[in-house]
């Protein structure tokens, strides 16, 4: 079915059921839904994210689930247990690590849609 006819049906996606890309499995992913990409990182212990970056027109929201990330800024950083929201606005450089010895577990959400694309994942539809 094409991703504008899916809009009219509920997506569910079982546990450990999402297209995984790395340490990223998409849960929401632009062929479900153009307002918002969902998605569950894992950053293993004494881990880095990506280079500091930021994104053109896109909110990224980080829920932390279980362990302890690091948020990084341009001029700044500071601890985000679990339990912690974070909201990076567009064009805000941002970047996150975990200095632990445990995984850490992080709901992404970014929204619009269009970050799964744009790192790689296929836009085929589930």
Same mark, same amino acid.
């Given at each position: 079915?094409?991703?504008?006819?899916?809009?009219?049906?509920?997506?569910?996606?079982?546990?450990?059921? /999402?297209?995984?890309?790395?340490?990223? *499995?998409?849960?929401?992913?632009? !062929?479900?839904?153009?307002? %918002?990409? =969902?998605?569950?990182?894992?950053?293993?212990?004494?881990?880095?994210?990506?280079?500091?970056?930021?994104?053109?027109?896109?909110?990224?929201?980080?829920?932390?689930?279980? /362990?302890?990330?690091?948020?990084?800024? *341009?001029?700044?950083?500071?601890? !985000?247990?679990?339990?912690? %929201?974070? =909201?990076?606005?567009?064009?805000?450089?941002?970047?996150?690590?975990?200095?632990?010895?445990?995984?850490?577990?992080?709901?992404?959400?970014?929204?619009?849609?269009?970050?799964?694309?744009?790192?790689?994942?296929?836009?085929?539809?589930?």
């Amino acid at each position: 079915m094409a991703a504008q006819d899916r809009r009219s049906e509920i997506v569910v996606v079982p546990p450990g059921g /999402g297209d995984m890309l790395g340490n990223v *499995e998409f849960l929401a992913r632009s !062929a479900d839904t153009p307002h %918002f990409n =969902l998605s569950i990182i894992t950053v293993a212990p004494r881990r880095h994210g990506p280079a500091l970056h930021s994104h053109d027109g896109e909110d990224d929201a980080f829920y932390i689930l279980d /362990g302890e990330l690091t948020m990084h800024t *341009e001029d700044s950083e500071f601890p !985000a247990p679990a339990g912690t %929201f974070v =909201l990076v606005p567009p064009h805000v450089q941002h970047t996150f690590s975990n200095a632990t010895g445990e995984p850490v577990r992080v709901l992404n959400v970014h929204a619009p849609a269009g970050f799964d694309l744009r790192i790689g994942l296929s836009p085929s539809d589930r």
